[in-house]
């Protein structure tokens, strides 16, 4: 199957910077997604890359590197209500993989 | 606004129960999928379907059946419910293509006692 790895848990202070990295198999990649999970809640479509670089969207950017297998989302100026899982999928088709997610706490 | 709608958000249901799941999109989006979500597997996909009447297995489908009779609807079967299957069960659905991303029904909380 492929893997996709993802820290389990981060913290971080209000108002600060955070990175949550997920880096996957790059046999068969066709795009990576990040999705924003509150707790109880069903995941929400953040972010979607397919060419590397840098997308930004307001607080949030994700970046791309398809030749590492390697992205990252970064999120700023963080606040009380970004506690809480974040998924990174990867599209090997027409389905996706989801990494095991990363839950962030933001602290004041 | 899209919508999945997930018939219960929770479910307590005995050891040998036959249980249904269901899931109701309203996008006319094609495909459709059941995951289960555990603290530290993250989500699994159960079984998904590109079409009505169509349907493929996922990475766990043991112990687990599925129905699209209807495009907007694809319902999840338990045959015979076992303690393992205790989960939270996620729906989702999307359009045909890579480039679009899921959207997900707000869940199932399912015990089985």
């Known amino acids: 199957g492929q893997n996709i790895d993802q820290p389990t848990e981060m913290t971080a202070t209000e108002g600060a910077i955070v990175q949550i990295n997920c880096t996957y198999q790059?046999?068969?990649?066709?795009?990576l997604f990040w999705y924003q999970q509150h707790a109880g809640e069903a995941p929400t479509f953040l972010s979607y890359?397919?060419?590397?670089g840098l997308e930004e969207k307001g607080r949030f950017s994700s970046f791309l590197s398809r030749s590492k297998g390697y992205s990252y989302l970064l999120l700023k100026e963080l606040q009380m209500k970004d506690s809480a899982s974040y998924l990174c999928?990867?599209?090997?088709?027409?389905?996706?993989?989801f990494g095991p997610g990363t839950r962030l706490s933001v602290l004041p | 606004d899209v919508k999945v709608t997930q018939s219960s958000r929770y479910l307590v249901k005995r050891t040998g129960e036959k249980v249904f799941l269901e899931c109701v999109q309203d996008?006319?989006?094609?495909?459709m999928f059941w995951y289960r979500q555990d603290p530290g597997l993250g989500l699994r996909l159960i079984y998904f379907?590109?079409?009505?009447?169509?349907?493929e297995k996922g990475d766990i489908p043991e112990g687990y059946s599925v129905s699209r009779e209807k495009k907007e609807r694809f319902s999840l079967i338990l045959e015979s419910a076992s303690t393992n299957q205790t989960s939270m069960y996620l729906c989702?659905?999307?359009?045909?293509?890579?480039?679009?991303?899921?959207?997900f029904g707000s869940g199932t909380r399912l015990t089985v006692v």
């Open positions: 379907s590109y079409d009505v009447k169509m349907k």
């Open positions: 999928a990867v599209n090997y088709g027409q389905n996706f993989v």
């Open positions: 890359n397919v060419l590397d």
């Open positions: 989702a659905s999307s359009l045909r293509g890579q480039r679009y991303g899921y959207t």
């Open positions: 996008m006319d989006h094609e495909n």
């Open positions: 790059t046999s068969g990649f066709n795009g």
